[in-house]
Protein backbone atom coordinates (compact mmCIF):
# COMPACT_ATOMS: atom_id res chain seq x y z
CA UNK A 1 0.00 0.00 0.00
CA UNK A 2 1.31 3.43 -0.75
CA UNK A 3 1.89 5.86 1.79
CA UNK A 4 3.08 9.28 2.28
CA UNK A 5 3.50 10.15 6.34
CA UNK A 6 4.42 14.15 6.98
CA UNK A 7 6.20 15.15 10.30
CA UNK A 8 7.73 17.53 11.69
CA UNK A 9 5.68 20.45 12.20
CA UNK A 10 5.07 21.90 15.20
CA UNK A 11 4.94 26.07 16.92
CA UNK A 12 7.34 28.06 16.03
CA UNK A 13 8.40 31.86 16.71
CA UNK A 14 8.78 33.96 13.11
CA UNK A 15 12.35 33.62 12.52
CA UNK A 16 12.71 30.24 13.39
CA UNK A 17 13.40 27.27 11.66
CA UNK A 18 11.89 23.95 11.27
CA UNK A 19 12.36 20.64 9.08
CA UNK A 20 9.85 18.88 7.43
CA UNK A 21 10.20 15.01 6.64
CA UNK A 22 8.02 13.37 3.90
CA UNK A 23 8.50 9.72 4.30
CA UNK A 24 6.82 7.13 1.90
CA UNK A 25 6.21 3.25 1.82
CA UNK A 26 4.90 0.84 -0.98
CA UNK A 27 6.78 1.98 -3.80
CA UNK A 28 10.70 3.44 -4.87
CA UNK A 29 10.50 7.05 -4.13
CA UNK A 30 13.15 8.20 -6.25
CA UNK A 31 11.85 7.08 -9.04
CA UNK A 32 9.12 10.25 -8.77
CA UNK A 33 9.30 14.19 -8.78
CA UNK A 34 8.33 15.18 -5.22
CA UNK A 35 6.94 18.58 -3.79
CA UNK A 36 5.74 20.16 -0.42
CA UNK A 37 2.36 21.78 -0.77
CA UNK A 38 0.77 23.83 2.21
CA UNK A 39 -2.65 24.78 2.76
CA UNK A 40 -4.13 27.58 5.26
CA UNK A 41 -7.64 27.64 6.90
CA UNK A 42 -9.71 28.67 4.31
CA UNK A 43 -7.06 28.76 1.56
CA UNK A 44 -6.60 26.19 -1.38
CA UNK A 45 -3.65 24.43 -1.79
CA UNK A 46 -0.31 26.12 -2.34
CA UNK A 47 2.46 24.68 -3.95
CA UNK A 48 6.17 25.38 -2.42
CA UNK A 49 8.84 23.48 -3.60
CA UNK A 50 9.40 20.50 -5.48
CA UNK A 51 12.46 18.63 -6.20
CA UNK A 52 13.31 16.20 -9.44
CA UNK A 53 13.13 12.11 -9.19
CA UNK A 54 16.39 10.13 -8.92
CA UNK A 55 19.31 12.35 -7.42
CA UNK A 56 17.29 15.47 -7.07
CA UNK A 57 19.66 17.40 -8.71
CA UNK A 58 17.37 20.16 -9.72
CA UNK A 59 15.23 22.00 -7.41
CA UNK A 60 12.08 24.29 -8.25
CA UNK A 61 10.12 27.15 -5.81
CA UNK A 62 7.57 29.19 -5.25
CA UNK A 63 8.58 33.21 -5.40
CA UNK A 64 6.79 32.52 -2.11
CA UNK A 65 9.44 30.37 -0.24
CA UNK A 66 12.05 30.91 -2.77
CA UNK A 67 15.24 31.88 -0.90
CA UNK A 68 13.76 30.49 2.39
CA UNK A 69 12.70 27.03 1.89
CA UNK A 70 14.82 24.22 0.65
CA UNK A 71 14.05 20.83 -0.35
CA UNK A 72 16.38 17.55 -0.59
CA UNK A 73 15.64 13.89 -0.51
CA UNK A 74 17.39 10.96 0.54
CA UNK A 75 16.69 8.19 -1.49
CA UNK A 76 18.49 5.46 1.05
CA UNK A 77 15.55 6.58 3.36
CA UNK A 78 13.04 7.15 1.20
CA UNK A 79 11.92 10.60 1.91
CA UNK A 80 11.84 14.12 0.93
CA UNK A 81 12.94 17.54 3.50
CA UNK A 82 12.00 20.87 3.33
CA UNK A 83 13.97 22.93 5.80
CA UNK A 84 12.04 25.82 6.33
CA UNK A 85 14.44 29.74 7.66
CA UNK A 86 13.13 32.69 8.31
CA UNK A 87 9.47 31.64 8.97
CA UNK A 88 6.17 33.98 8.94
CA UNK A 89 3.01 34.02 10.30
CA UNK A 90 1.90 33.64 7.11
CA UNK A 91 3.18 29.90 7.20
CA UNK A 92 1.13 28.95 9.36
CA UNK A 93 -0.32 26.09 7.50
CA UNK A 94 -0.89 22.12 7.02
CA UNK A 95 2.02 20.75 5.37
CA UNK A 96 1.96 18.01 2.83
CA UNK A 97 3.90 16.37 -0.11
CA UNK A 98 3.14 14.39 -2.55
CA UNK A 99 4.87 13.70 -6.25
CA UNK A 100 4.55 16.05 -8.93
CA UNK A 101 2.19 15.80 -10.29
CA UNK A 102 -0.32 14.52 -7.55
CA UNK A 103 -0.38 11.19 -8.82
CA UNK A 104 -0.51 9.13 -4.37
CA UNK A 105 -3.29 9.66 -2.41
CA UNK A 106 -2.32 12.55 0.30
CA UNK A 107 -1.31 11.80 3.60
CA UNK A 108 -3.01 13.59 6.95
CA UNK A 109 -0.15 16.46 6.42
CA UNK A 110 1.71 18.22 9.59
CA UNK A 111 0.58 21.27 10.76
CA UNK A 112 2.95 23.99 11.46
CA UNK A 113 2.69 27.46 13.51
CA UNK A 114 4.34 30.56 13.38
CA UNK A 115 3.58 32.96 16.08
CA UNK A 116 4.48 36.59 15.80
Known amino acids: QVQLVESGGGLVQAGGSLRLSCAASGRTFSRYAVGWFRQAPGKEREFLAA?????????YYADSVKGRFTISRDNAKNTVYLQMNSLKSEDTAVYYCNTVPSGWAWGQGTQVTVSS
Open 51 to 59: VSRGGGGSQ
